[in-house]
């Protein structure tokens, strides 16, 4: 597995899919007459099995690179925050119920994890890895007011933990703080991340100019990234896919057209593209 691979399966991880109405996740295609209505509930499992394989396939714990493995001791640096956060009388108990915090976040009990790091919050206020994961939980419980004020608390402690910066923007535009997500996206744009994570925030403030109507800006926002690159990733079918939606739903039928099949070309198994491009004509 390539760093950029490795990279976009961190992304995925981290976000789990994600969790506004928005276009970062396959959507319906607009109604056509001459072809099949394709339900909304297939669509959306076609959506949740890209999801788990970029994460790791099926069956999968949602570990995210950066974060602790529950079926490992903490790591030293952890281990060491956690003894001065709390003393080293409390160290133990504390490391213990980081653990499982993180062992259920893994298994996808997310409420079990916010319950458990709720408590951690309060021993460990300045532990910035205590509050990405209570923002990651509620995330994935759609809490976005929770998830703003634990990832806001992130970029004070760790300005270096860039990736949470979609997922900050992702909740802001769930609460239609459009203002926000932009300043998020000029700050990532700024930072130069990886390209993995500049990607997730370009999807996630084109689906915030999309939901204010505002789509030519939105396919906008893709056009430096439509060229193919010497070696196509994950997260380059993404982008392509939300601005093969974006221009389907206002009807430029020979863009999305095209976009699709190029999906189809690098991976018929990502999310419902080929559904989608047959549905505009394709042979597929």
Do not use: C
């Amino acid at each position: 597995m390539t760093a950029a691979e490795k990279k976009a399966r961190e992304v995925r991880a981290r976000t789990g899919g994600r969790r506004t109405q928005g276009h970062g996740e396959p959507t319906t295609a607009p109604k056509r007459e001459r072809v099949e209505w394709i339900d909304e509930g297939s669509v959306r499992g076609t959506a949740r099995s890209a999801a788990k394989r970029a994460a790791g396939g099926e069956g999968s714990p949602a570990r995210v690179p950066g974060i602790p493995r529950s079926d490992r001791p903490l790591p030293g640096t952890v281990a060491r925050e956690v003894e001065r956060g709390v003393g080293a009388r409390q160290s133990k108990s504390a490391s213990e119920r980081l653990q499982k915090a993180i062992d259920a976040f893994e298994r996808e009990r997310y409420g079990e994890a916010s319950k458990l790091l709720t408590a951690l919050s309060r021993q460990l206020p300045s532990m910035a890895l205590v509050h990405e994961l209570a923002g990651l939980s509620a995330y994935r419980q759609s809490k976005w007011r929770m998830v703003i004020n634990e990832l806001e608390t992130v970029r004070v402690l760790d300005p270096s933990r860039t990736s949470v910066l979609p997922v900050l923007a992702d909740a802001y535009r769930a609460v239609k703080r459009w203002a926000k997500v932009n300043d998020l996206w000029e700050e990532l744009k700024g930072l130069s991340p990886h390209p993995a994570i500049l990607a997730e925030g370009r999807i996630v403030t084109a689906g915030a100019l999309s939901d204010q109507g505002k789509m030519a800006e939105a396919i906008e926002m893709f056009k430096s990234v439509l060229s193919v690159p010497k070696r196509v990733q994950e997260y380059h079918l993404r982008e392509w896919y939300v601005a093969a939606d974006l221009n389907d739903r206002v009807g430029n039928v020979a863009d999305a057209r095209r976009l699709f099949d190029r999906i189809v070309k690098y991976d018929r198994e990502f999310a419902d593209v080929v559904d989608r491009a047959r549905q505009l004509g394709s042979p597929r």
